[in-house]
């Protein structure tokens, strides 16, 4: 009987198979590799590209600001503006009512009383004068009172000068009157 020897086919056969899972193992190792070197090279330009975003976001945030920063200046400017023409305005409007007061204070003096010196400080419009006797005094207050230019007014004082004239002085607030409804 013959005899066959299989062993040396065998040996072959496991080290061929020997062979080739060293290199699958060699082949999953390098691939796995460049899957890790992917997947970290992939998530190294999303941070790149955020950091690029967060970058231009941040040069845009600082125009937006520069350019809130013109705003506020601009409405602060607008402001002053409006400020100025409102006070232009107030002046322009309030000009005629200084005529009007010396022609009122014309108008509400009675015989007998003559002004000596007018002030106004602000509102208000202090009266130094002579007057024949003091009842022209109530008279010149009672008229102040009751006209459209003028508020109540306050006596300061009231002396008399020599036999025949009183010397008094008072002050009486300057408004402006309503306008009537029609």
Same mark, same amino acid.
């Given at each position: 009987?013959?005899?066959?020897n299989?062993?040396?086919?065998?040996e072959?056969?496991?080290?061929?198979?020997q062979?080739q899972?060293?290199m699958?193992?060699l082949g999953a190792a390098?691939?796995?590799g460049?899957?890790?070197f992917a997947?970290?090279?992939?998530?190294?330009?999303?941070? =790149?590209r955020?950091l690029?975003?967060?970058?231009y976001? $941040?040069?845009e945030?600082a125009? !937006?600001?520069k350019?809130?920063? #013109?705003?506020k200046e601009l409405k602060a400017k607008?402001e002053?503006?409006l400020?100025?023409?409102n006070?232009i305005?107030?002046?322009q409007s309030s000009?005629?009512v200084i005529?009007?007061?010396f022609?009122e204070l014309?108008r509400?003096l009675?015989?007998?009383v003559?002004?000596?010196?007018?002030?106004?400080t602000?509102? =208000?419009?202090?009266?130094?004068g002579?007057a024949?006797? $003091?009842?022209?005094?109530?008279t !010149?207050?009672r008229?102040l009172d #009751?006209?459209?230019?003028?508020?109540?007014?306050?006596l300061?004082s009231?002396?008399?000068?020599?036999?025949?004239?009183n010397?008094?002085n008072?002050?009486?607030p300057?408004?402006l009157?309503?306008?009537e409804?029609?």
């Amino acid at each position: 009987m013959a005899t066959i020897n299989l062993r040396p086919w065998r040996e072959e056969l496991a080290q061929e198979r020997q062979k080739q899972f060293s290199m699958n193992l060699l082949g999953a190792a390098v691939f796995a590799g460049l899957i890790v070197f992917a997947v970290g090279f992939y998530f190294d330009e999303m941070k =790149n590209r955020q950091l690029e975003r967060n970058n231009y976001l $941040k040069a845009e945030t600082a125009k !937006l600001d520069k350019q809130i920063a #013109q705003i506020k200046e601009l409405k602060a400017k607008k402001e002053a503006l409006l400020q100025r023409l409102n006070t232009i305005q107030n002046l322009q409007s309030s000009r005629p009512v200084i005529v009007r007061n010396f022609d009122e204070l014309v108008r509400v003096l009675p015989d007998g009383v003559h002004y000596s010196s007018l002030t106004r400080t602000g509102a =208000n419009v202090s009266i130094t004068g002579m007057a024949a006797d $003091k009842l022209d005094v109530s008279t !010149l207050m009672r008229n102040l009172d #009751q006209s459209l230019w003028f508020g109540e007014p306050s006596l300061s004082s009231v002396g008399q000068v020599q036999e025949d004239s009183n010397s008094f002085n008072l002050n009486v607030p300057v408004v402006l009157p309503k306008p009537e409804a029609n």
